[in-house]
């Protein structure tokens, strides 16, 4: 039985930075590049070379623009599974195919219980799901379960393949359940936020918004505009205002 | 078998294995180098990720870095060496032994060399081993070498090394940690690609009583700028006149740094002002060559160089020989302080408010006088003077291409270096900071070569051809002025063209101007495609046909590929070489380095897997042809190869001076040298042991002002770097642009000839200028109102990407980006086909409206676009139907006023000028949408090639899933001694 | 939604044999059919025949259909498990239905009979309403989260089943009075429960948008600059289905003809005709409500819009 459990010991998941995302689509493809070899191996990719290339990815970096004009703002947004707390994807699968760990919250697709039929990716609000034409199963990203746990890596690379690659550091990965980890603390100060709250998934993963930008005066603490240079001394007197340069005569400077 | 976790059917393996052995390398995906860690299992790779050791990504990868699996396995891989049977261009070929394709280049390069060696022409693109292949040129006794800088960046590159002696590029970096003002300009990617998102990344970490604002000067707001504090829109073109601005506000409200400029610039030195005379605008100086400065203590002229002296900065002053002078100083704040450079002004041209323009003078007068940064570190000057801390000034700049790729991007990035200058922010705390091997003098003291009597049919030439001109003497001309070299570098029409000019080798060549050659050989750089301005015409002009000699106009053409680029098929010998993960390579302080702020650095490349096709390193492919040809440094003296163990041998083995040799860690016999030392035999071992790299962290004392700090210049003096540990003087005032101009003034043995002189003596100023792009004379600006320019993709190489199953999802067609309004205006709609037109072609591509983008320019993605029948791809691949370049509608050569034809390029550097491109563009046909114009015939496969996979199940072999299509599995290899 | 032929054909096909099987097992329990063993063995052979057609159908929409069996296992929370379970329970009381009727020659309307057939019409119910909920259930849909999808299904079921039911009644000279007139009630019921839908969706041009969908509302209204790859994949191929405004109104229209117009005037013909005259009549009614029905399905699909899309540049949802 895999109806979604009610509680999980921990919430394992992501938090990712929109106000610094610059959008180099590493996260994506460390990801591919992982997972190809990994627990839900391979994410085929189908006329590879072709004019139509059609490959399985589990995150995916969008760009948009909000806001008009000049004043817009573009914004890099990578999707990848949030691994909801009340995840419809899991419900909906008739197979018990999809599930969420227990231990950590982590949504999960057992590929030999799956019957291909979709469902979850229809039911999944985030399209976080990603169907293998080739293998006839639901894929997904796995929180990268076959490395946070992996004995035959060093500790330091135990995190997901997206966070360990991510240049700018965008990516935080942790327990979301604990309110005293690092990672709560940050959505806590940043003001994280879950993506369509409305649907009542309750994702785990979330995102933290782009910060006001900080391009008017005031936002730095410096005038508007400098004040010209003060007159000279009187020694120069009404030369001064004709011929700016003689401010800089009488100082005295060693080399 | 790993961990089990979860119960029953849902148990799975949480600990799988992952490697059976782990090998350290350098990325090649892109020029960043970055250090990786390629875990192989079952002799396939498994994954490769950022090595968190590195120096240079500290454990970060990019996305192209990530893909690296897919281009090692590439279906586009060279395999064998290939001779062309057919028409060039046709892609027909027979396959050769490796033996047959190296006799038939010795025997045409070793008539050459006999006869005359410029008609070899040796350019190298991507090339990370320049210290190998322009040495090899040098001993071949050709001039006509250089690799991709000249299309590059040079701008930067000469701009900085003639004004601050290093620059930006990758030979320095923001203080990413201190920095509280940054401001980019014209950024999407870079060279330092990790490096920079690291660095931004930190930045935009900061706690709030430490903040950094983050201001991005670039027409797109895209990428870096999207998540910039600040987004100015700038019109292209226009920076260096914002810059300038910039300066004149500061010069106005005396927010300058100007102990710093006394210090540590020209700022005080004495310049002659005698117009019309021999000596105009030249630096005065005594009688043993050191400029002079007007002493305020002894009111006197003074060496300038002197510790002691106390010098003016303003005022007009006689020399004891009657002549004027005035201090760098006075001429500088009184050209600037003019109204011309006055906000309002630059309103005008750059489309940033002058308001906005005030605001940030301000901010960046507040960040460095305001926020000034101290570090508690004694150090010691140049001149023994001992200082009880570092002062930093923490605003910090980056600059490249959306700035170099303009014809008047020299002056405009020595305006970004005086603004620094200005404001102390060279190498001090927060600010821009050098990377080892700089600072060196100002300009650097190697001289080009290629003057007649140093070239010697059989003979190497005395130096190596890229160097530092520092007046008209040093440049590569006839006495009529005529260019020497085929590229025209270092010729009146380019005379601090430092990296060459690579992008007018073939049309210059094609044209027999200023001579015919024989062979081109080119390595790495697909120049009939994204490389070149004027794609259409340079492929034509590669198979264009003599009449007279029953040749081709470039008669011999050999290019080194490791894929079936679209350059490829233009070949008469190809010479396959391997990927990235089956050879050496070096990455060498004599090139360019991977040392960081903080240290230096370098590193090589080792195989990781052993090529499954007929392949060779590049590097072994030269060292075997130079042993062939008998080349100095490449024959025993028994005539036989010197380094018989190919490039490895090389690396280690090879002294460029004695000491010096291609890497710096670990030389001597035990290896307990670095910089200068002995030949160390193990010396590769030991940086296999180290992941592939080296680094020396500088001391503390070391780490700043690294121009004038005696304990960094007395070390770099030992390492090699610099010949003597002198302060590097900053130089506000560039002098060898004056001697130029003073040649071009008609004085002097040498001057450029009638027709160029007016250009001369306008764009040698020797200090910064601003003016308009110089295509905008040719062409009506009114007729092609908008600006086009190009972007880098972040996970995109140029042109290789688009092999990679994994990348070339991503982006595999490309759209040309209009401003929303501009569009409304011009009746075009998202999705809409448009063609854009130049004064030079037109081409067809699909719009993409959006906001974040200057109004008056429209832009795409670099080298998407690809020719049917490249790459292995199908040819009907988006990138061929739906992808474009705007190469089409770049010409190489520009009309002057004077109705002669100069290159497309900065007047200065030969700096090739891709973003002055001016388009207008039309809304296309409704019949005449759906796929991109020029299309091309596809040429054929070559000989033996494997049909591309239509499906791709990489990595289900290690998750035990049957149906693999690639790789061919190569084996491990064994490491070489 | 992409309008698979392969869950179109599985719904509208299922949902006309279960409505022939409910109907047909309901009226006989309650003997208003007449018991006899060929109309039974016609109308098993019928309805189950377009059960199984359809449930055959929805295999070529699995990856894996030979593992199809394992939907059975989730039925506490799964509508397409319960729908899958159901369907073969079923089978239960409907296959000794129909041995103690056509081998045995029982009397439906007689116990125990009657109550295997009074659970097969429960059942068929349910298995209908399963169906429609495995739609009707998803959040991320809102034109299928709609209170009115279930009744469509349900309704349609029942009329497509009573045509054929009728078909068959007037195939065997059996036909019962009232029962066109309750068939064409029904039908017309259901595509007012149909109307009323579009109706609906009409006016409602969907609740959630691209502000939605990033969360990015601070920043003003929100617009794809770029898609994170170039070709659709699969998300779009599956969600992203698009239909034009007109196109879906011309469609629309023939739905109505051909699963509504056609089948009333048809039906009401037929019950004007003698016994081989109205068949003839009577079984282009029920095809032509199937035709209308598949096209009707079409539309449900190509008419839904997946949230996902808002992430692809899609305005509303
Ligand atoms: N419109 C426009 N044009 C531009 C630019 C622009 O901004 N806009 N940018 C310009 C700039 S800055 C540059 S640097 C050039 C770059 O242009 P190119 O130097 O032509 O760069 P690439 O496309 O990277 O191609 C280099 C070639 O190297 C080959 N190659 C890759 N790996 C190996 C290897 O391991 N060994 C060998 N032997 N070959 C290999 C590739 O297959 C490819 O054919 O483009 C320039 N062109
Ligand atoms: N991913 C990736 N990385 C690369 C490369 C690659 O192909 N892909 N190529 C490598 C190479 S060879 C190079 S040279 C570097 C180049 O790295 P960049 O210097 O980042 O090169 P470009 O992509 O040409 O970016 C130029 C930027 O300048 C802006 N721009 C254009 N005109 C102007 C102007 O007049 N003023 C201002 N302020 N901005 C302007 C453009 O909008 C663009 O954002 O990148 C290197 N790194
Ligand atoms: S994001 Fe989608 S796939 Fe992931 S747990 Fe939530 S509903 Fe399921
Ligand atoms: S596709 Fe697979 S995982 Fe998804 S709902 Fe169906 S059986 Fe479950
Ligand atoms: S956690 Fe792992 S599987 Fe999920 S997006 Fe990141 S790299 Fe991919
Ligand atoms: S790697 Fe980091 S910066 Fe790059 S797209 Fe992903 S989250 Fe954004
Ligand atoms: S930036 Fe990316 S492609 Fe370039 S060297 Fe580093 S990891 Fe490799
Ligand atoms: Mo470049």
Redesign the pocket.
Known sequence: MTSVPHRTAKKLGLVIDLDICVGCHACAVACKEWNSGGHMAPLTDENPYGADPLGVWFNRVHTYEAGVGGNSRTVHFPRSCLHCEKPACVEVCPTGASYKRAEDGIVLVNEDLCIGCKLCSWACPYGAREYDYDSGTMKKCTLCVDRIYNENLEEAERVPACVSACPVSARHFGDLGDPNSDISELVREREGYDLMPEMGFKPVNKYLPPRPRRNKVGDTGAPAALDSAAPLSATHGAETSSNPLLRWVDRALSR | MGTMSGKGKYAIDTSPKVHDEVKHTTC?MCACRCGIKVHLQDGRIRYIEGNRDHPVNKGVLCAKGAAGIMNHYSPARLTKPLIRVGERGKGEFREVEWEEALAVIARWLGEVRQSDPRKLAFFT??DQSQALTGWWAQQFGTPNYAA?GG???VNMAAAGFYTIGGSFWEFGEPDWERTRYFMMLGVAEDHHSNPIKIGLGKLKGRPPERDAKFVSVNPVKTGYSAIADEWLGIRPGTDGLFVLALIHELLRADKIDLPFLVRYSNAPWLIVQDPGGATDGLVARDDQGRPLCWDTATNKTASALSPEVKPAMVGQFKLPDGRRVAPVFHLMAARYLDPQYAPEEAEKQTGIPAETIRRIASEMAHAAFDQEIVIETPWVDWAGRRHDRFVGRPVSILAM?GIA?HSNGFHTCRAIHLLQILLGSIDTPGGFRYCAPYPKPVPPRQRPTGRTHEIVPGHAMPGPPLGFPSGPEQLLVEPDGRARRIDKAFSWEAPLAIHGLMHMVIANAWRGDPYPIDTLFL?????S?????NTSGTMQMLTDWDGATGNYKIPHIIY????Y????AYADVV?P????LERHDCISLLDRPISDADGAADGIRQPVLKPDRDVRP?QDVLLDLGARLGLPGMVDEFGGPKYPGGYPDYIVNHERRPGIGLLAGWRGILGEHQGKGPVNPRQIEKYKQNQCFWRHELADNQKFYKHANRAYLEWATQMGFIDRPEQVVLNIYCEPLQRFRLAAEGHGPLQPPVALRQRVATYCDPLPIWYRPTVDEEIAPTSFPLHAI?Q?PMAM????GSQNAWLRQIHNANRLFINRRTAQWLNIGDDDWVWVISHHGRIKAQARLMDGVNRNTVWTW??VGKRAGAWNLAPDAPEVKRGF???HL?PELIADRNGGLLPNADPITGQ?A??DLRVRIEKALPEEAGETVPQFDPPNAPPNQAPAPSILRYGAHFRGRPGEDIPPAGPVTEPRS | MHPALSVIIFTSVTGAGYGLLGLMCALAAFGILPGNRLFGLAGFVLSFGAIATGLIASTFHLGHPGRAWRALSQWRSSWLSREAVLSILTFGPSLWLAKGWILDGADPAAAPWRWYGLATAALSLLTVISTAMIYASLKPVPRWRHPLVMPAYLLLGLATGGLWLNVLLHGFGLAIDDLAGAVTVALLLAWLVKIAYWYSIDRAPGRYTAEHATGLWSQGSVRQLEAPHVQDNYLLREMGYQIARRHAGRLRRLALLAGLGGPIVLTIAAALLPRWGAFALSVPAAGLAIAGVLVERWLFFAEAKHVVTLFYGAERA
């Open positions: 090649y693109g991507r991709h299309l590059c960046a291409r790729a390595y790495m750089a697909n120049m495609w994204n490389s070149s301005m080194s590929d490791a894929y680029s679209e350059m490829v010479l070489d391997t990927t990235y590049f190009t880098r190489y140029h042109s290789w670099n080298a370049l705007l190469n770049i090739a891709w973003y």
